[in-house]
């Protein structure tokens, strides 16, 4: 199965046990296959940081000097963060970037990345850092 070309046909929004809403996979996908490619706004640093700071519900998916903003992306945007993640982020070109299955996950499970910034991990309310408080 290539899952990355018929990424709308297998993962679906809905609430998530992390936050707000999340995405999942109706299918089992295999550690290291491509899941689908991040496209969007390409910007740079400077630029992903000003909206950042100036807007609400900026989603913005990075791997070296790519930044992407998702915004106008339905499903992607959805997903969140766990220190336990399941997916990576790895470039693919000048203007998109893969997301890639860090392990097996099983149907149903929520894909999640790590977000790699220091302050997300204060704060952080995954299942794994949930369960350390």
Same mark, same amino acid.
């Given at each position: 199965?290539?899952?990355?070309?018929?990424?709308?046909?297998?993962?679906?929004?809905?609430?998530?046990?992390?936050?707000?809403?999340?995405?999942? @996979?109706?299918?089992?996908?295999?550690?290291? !296959? %491509? *899941?689908?490619? /991040?496209?969007?706004?390409?910007?740079?640093?400077? $630029?992903?940081?000003?909206?950042?700071?100036?807007?609400?519900?900026?989603?913005?998916?990075?791997?070296?000097? @790519?930044?992407?903003?998702?915004?106008?992306? !339905? %499903? *992607?945007?959805? /997903?969140?963060?766990?220190?336990?993640?399941?997916? $990576?982020?790895?470039?693919?070109?000048?203007?998109?970037?893969?997301?890639?299955?860090?392990?097996?996950?099983?149907?149903?499970?929520?894909?999640?990345?790590?977000?790699?910034?220091?302050? /997300?991990?204060?704060?952080?309310?995954?299942?794994?850092?949930?369960?350390?408080?």
């Amino acid at each position: 199965m290539n899952i990355e070309n018929d990424f709308e046909k297998y993962v679906y929004v809905k609430d998530s046990q992390i936050h707000g809403k999340g995405i999942y @996979t109706s299918v089992p996908i295999k550690d290291g !296959e %491509k *899941i689908l490619i /991040i496209k969007g706004e390409v910007i740079s640093g400077n $630029e992903c940081e000003r909206r950042e700071d100036e807007e609400n519900n900026v989603y913005i998916f990075w791997n070296g000097d @790519t930044y992407i903003d998702t915004n106008n992306t !339905e %499903k *992607i945007k959805y /997903i969140n963060h766990d220190c336990s993640y399941n997916c $990576e982020v790895h470039d693919r070109d000048e203007s998109s970037l893969w997301l890639v299955a860090a392990r097996d996950i099983a149907i149903d499970e929520e894909l999640t990345i790590d977000y790699g910034y220091e302050e /997300i991990y204060s704060s952080c309310s995954c299942n794994d850092c949930e369960n350390k408080g």
